[in-house]
C-alpha cells in the first residue's frame, strides 16, 4: 500500500514568503485604494545591467546557429563561469578555492535545501534563530527536525542558536556542537554579520567536534566594513569543514534568471567519504545544469564592465538601506543590520504581531 512522507505533515502552515504573498493579496482585494510598502521577500527592482544583457542577447544568438549551438549543459557547471568564480571571488580574497570545487546551480535557495542530502537523518542541526525558513523546512522534510512544538513554534530535534540584541544577533558557540550547522552572514533577516575572528571560533570548534558548516554567503556584496569577511574560506581550516553557498539574485539582479553556486572544497572528509564527490555525484543525478544563456550571464558579472555595474546595483540598494535607517533613526524605534546588508531588523513597539 501507497505511504507517504509524513515528515510534511510536520510543517505548519505554508512557506513563510508565500504565506506572506497570500495575506498581500488579500489585503490589496479588500482595500484596492490602498498603496502597499512590501517589506518582506527582498526581491530586487533594478533591472538588469547592460553588459549581462549584451551577454544574454549574444548567447541566445548562439543557439540559433549549428556551430555554435549548445545542449545540455555540463553538470557541474561550464569551465568559463567556474574559473572566472575561483578567480574574482575567492583567489583575489586569497581563498585556495579551485573551480572544480565550484558547482554552478539555478540558485542558494535549492543548495540550501538540497544540500542536507548528504547526511544521515540521525545528524543533529543547528540554526540562527531567527532563521531563514529553508534551513529547517528542508530538514523537517527530510525527517531529521523532530516533532513541531506549537507553543515554541520549534522542532524538537533542532538546536536554535539564539540571534539577540544582547550578542549582536551572532549566535554564541554552542555547549555542544552540532553536527551540521547553518550560518547565515551577512544575514537575513536580521542584517546582522560576524568579524572574522568570530567567524574563525566557529571554524576551530567545527574541526574539532568534526562538525560540518553550511555558510550561506548570498550577500557578501553588500559587505561594507573591512574587517567583515565575504567567504568563509578566509579563515584558517574552513576547507576541512564548510560548505559555502552564493547567489549571483541580489548580488547582480538575477532573482528572475536563476543562478548561484556552492563551493564543496576536496579537503571536505568526513569519516573517510569525500563530500566534494557526494556533491558531485548527488548533482549530476538529479540535476542537468544551468542554462548555457544564464551561465554566459552570469560570466559577464565578472568582466570590468560589469563589476562597475554590479557595485551601481549594490549601492543603489544600500542607499535605499540607508534612507529607510536614517528616516527611522527619528522615531523610538530600536534598529539594528542596515551596514553590511540591505537588512534592517527592528524591535517592533508594544509586542506587535504580524
Known amino acids: 500500500m501507497l505511504k507517504i512522507n509524513t515528515n510534511f505533515q510536520k510543517l505548519p502552515g505554508s512557506y513563510l514568503?508565500?504565506?506572506?504573498?497570500?495575506?498581500?493579496?488579500?489585503?490589496?482585494?479588500?482595500?484596492?485604494?490602498?498603496?502597499?510598502?512590501?517589506?518582506?521577500?527582498?526581491?530586487?527592482t533594478r533591472p538588469l545591467t547592460k553588459s549581462i544583457i549584451d551577454a544574454l542577447h549574444t548567447s541566445v544568438?548562439?543557439?540559433?546557429?549549428?556551430?555554435?549551438?549548445?545542449?545540455?549543459?555540463?553538470?557541474?557547471?561550464?569551465?568559463?563561469?567556474?574559473?572566472?568564480?575561483?578567480?574574482?571571488?575567492?583567489?583575489?580574497?586569497?581563498?585556495?578555492?579551485?573551480?572544480?570545487?565550484?558547482?554552478?546551480?539555478d540558485g542558494a535557495k535549492c543548495d540550501s535545501g538540497n544540500i542536507q542530502e548528504l547526511f544521515s537523518l540521525d545528524n543533529t542541526v543547528g540554526v540562527c534563530d531567527p532563521v531563514y525558513p529553508v534551513y529547517v523546512d528542508s530538514n523537517v522534510m527530510a525527517g531529521r527536525a523532530g516533532d513541531y512544538i506549537a507553543d515554541l513554534s520549534k522542532f524538537s530535534n533542532i538546536?536554535?542558536?539564539?540571534?539577540?540584541?544582547?550578542?549582536?544577533?551572532?549566535?554564541?558557540?554552542?555547549?555542544?556542537?552540532?553536527?551540521?550547522?547553518?550560518?547565515?552572514?551577512?544575514?537575513?533577516?536580521?542584517?546582522?554579520?560576524?568579524?572574522?575572528?568570530?567567524?574563525?571560533?566557529?571554524?576551530?570548534?567545527?574541526?574539532?567536534?568534526?562538525?560540518?558548516?553550511?555558510?550561506?554567503?548570498?550577500?557578501?556584496?553588500?559587505?561594507?566594513?573591512?574587517d567583515v569577511p565575504h567567504?568563509?574560506?578566509e579563515c584558517g581550516g574552513a576547507k576541512t569543514c564548510a560548505i559555502e553557498l552564493r547567489s549571483f539574485s541580489k548580488t547582480a539582479g538575477f532573482t528572475g534568471l536563476r543562478l548561484g553556486y556552492a563551493v564543496v572544497p576536496k579537503d571536505l572528509i568526513m569519516y573517510g567519504c569525500s563530500l566534494h564527490d557526494m556533491w558531485a555525484r548527488r548533482h549530476g543525478t538529479k540535476y542537468n545544469g544551468a542554462p548555457y544563456i544564464v551561465q554566459r550571464a552570469g560570466e559577464a558579472v565578472y568582466s570590468a564592465q560589469g563589476q562597475e555595474e554590479v557595485k551601481g546595483l549594490v549601492n543603489y540598494y544600500m542607499q535605499n538601506c540607508d534612507t529607510i535607517l536614517n528616516?527611522?533613526?527619528?522615531?523610538?524605534?530600536?534598529?539594528f543590520g542596515g551596514i553590511n546588508a540591505p537588512y534592517i531588523w527592528l524591535k517592533t513597539p508594544d509586542n506587535m504581531t504580524g
Open 17 to 44: 514568503f508565500s504565506a506572506i504573498a497570500k495575506k498581500i493579496e488579500n489585503y490589496k482585494n479588500a482595500n484596492p485604494d490602498k498603496d502597499i510598502i512590501r517589506l518582506g521577500i527582498g526581491d530586487v
Open 61 to 105: 544568438d548562439e543557439m540559433a546557429h549549428e556551430e555554435t549551438f549548445r545542449g545540455y549543459a555540463p553538470d557541474l557547471g561550464y569551465s568559463f563561469l567556474r574559473e572566472a568564480i575561483a578567480k574574482n571571488d575567492f583567489e583575489k580574497r586569497g581563498c585556495d578555492i579551485s573551480a572544480d570545487e565550484i558547482f554552478i546551480s
Open 159 to 226: 538546536t536554535y542558536m539564539l540571534c539577540s540584541a544582547e550578542n549582536n544577533f551572532a549566535p554564541n558557540l554552542p555547549e555542544v556542537m552540532p553536527d551540521i550547522i547553518y550560518l547565515c552572514f551577512p544575514n537575513n533577516p536580521t542584517g546582522a554579520t560576524m568579524k572574522k575572528s568570530e567567524l574563525q571560533k566557529w571554524v576551530d570548534a567545527a574541526n574539532a567536534s568534526k562538525s560540518v558548516i553550511i555558510y550561506d554567503a548570498a550577500y557578501e556584496a553588500y559587505i561594507r566594513e573591512d
Open 231 to 233: 567567504s568563509i574560506y
Open 327 to 335: 528616516g527611522l533613526k527619528d522615531t523610538n524605534l530600536k534598529l
